[in-house]
């Protein structure tokens, strides 16, 4: 059973930076072209796709995000990291990592039989 820890979430103000990160443990054998994800949930609203990475370390990022924030995969430390610059308010959400291992990509509906974090909370004040 693998297990999904994140870290790193605060609160900034707008045009700030933070790094999340998420330690990968576990049973990893299986995950080795498993897909790794950042999602975000606002309250009131459904969670969404911020950044992927699969095994090829090939990334795809929300057109909302895309410049700013980049995703990352220490496979030495079993971490994923997402550093985020130029934070803005509407960024603030909830932010979970999730290891998937049919599909890569920033659809929530394909991540039924995901592994997810708990999730760390990001707030950015104008």
């Known amino acids: 059973q693998v297990q999904l820890v994140e870290s790193g979430g605060d609160s900034v103000q707008a045009g700030g930076s933070l790094k999340l990160s998420c330690i990968i443990s576990?049973?990893?054998?299986?995950?080795?072209?498993?897909?790794m994800a950042w999602f975000r949930q606002a309250p009131g609203k459904e969670r969404e796709g911020v950044a992927t990475?699969?095994?090829?370390?090939?990334?795809v990022y929300a057109d909302s995000v895309q410049a700013r924030f980049t995703i990352s995969l220490d496979n030495a430390k079993n971490t994923l990291y997402l550093q985020m610059n130029s934070l803005k308010p509407e960024d603030t959400a909830m932010y979970y990592c999730?290891?998937?291992?049919?599909?890569?990509?920033?659809?929530?509906?394909?991540?039924?039989?995901?592994?997810w974090g708990q999730g760390t909370q990001v707030t950015v004040s104008s």
């Open positions: 999730g290891l998937n291992l049919v599909y890569c990509g920033l659809n929530r509906r394909l991540y039924n039989q995901a592994i």
């Open positions: 576990g049973d990893t054998t299986d995950t080795s072209f498993s897909c």
């Open positions: 990475i699969d095994s090829d370390g090939d990334t």
